[in-house]
Nanobody, 123 residues
Framework: QVQLVESGGGLVQAGGSLRLSCAVS????????VGWFRQAPGKEREFVAHISESGSTIYYADSVRGRFTISRDNAKNTVYLQMSSLKPEDTAVYYCAVFLGDTYYLRTAYRYWGQGTQVTISS
């Protein structure tokens, strides 16, 4: 059974930083590309970042490029999302999921979603 568990969310002031973690179990992690998405209240879940199996291919949403960094540690079966220069509009529940193929920024290309971790940015 594949499980993804997100952690690291919290409440920070605008301009601050957070690092989210996504621990993957039940699947050969080194063969799993992973994506981060987020969902704000009343909005659709949106793509944030994607990292390939080896970490050599990375994509970001325009809204976070230059502020967020996705990385992975295959020895720890974990993907990270380092978030800096946070803004109130980054407030959302952040989810990670395993990429099954097709278009990396589409929610439908992913499966095995975690339960999410809340990120709240105060102004």
């Amino acid at each position: 059974q594949v499980q993804l568990v997100e952690s690291g969310g919290g409440l920070v002031q605008a301009g601050g930083s957070l690092r989210l973690s996504c621990a993957v179990s039940g699947r050969t992690f080194v063969r799993s590309a992973v994506g981060w998405f987020r969902q704000a209240p009343g909005k659709e879940r949106e793509f944030v970042a994607h990292i390939s199996e080896s970490g050599s291919t990375i994509y970001y949403a325009d809204s976070v490029r230059g502020r967020f960094t996705i990385s992975r540690d295959n020895a720890k079966n974990t993907v990270y999302l380092q978030m800096s220069s946070l803004k109130p509009e980054d407030t959302a529940v952040y989810y990670c999921a395993v990429f099954l193929g097709d278009t990396y920024y589409l929610r439908t290309a992913y499966r095995y979603w975690g339960q999410g971790t809340q990120v709240t940015i105060s102004s």
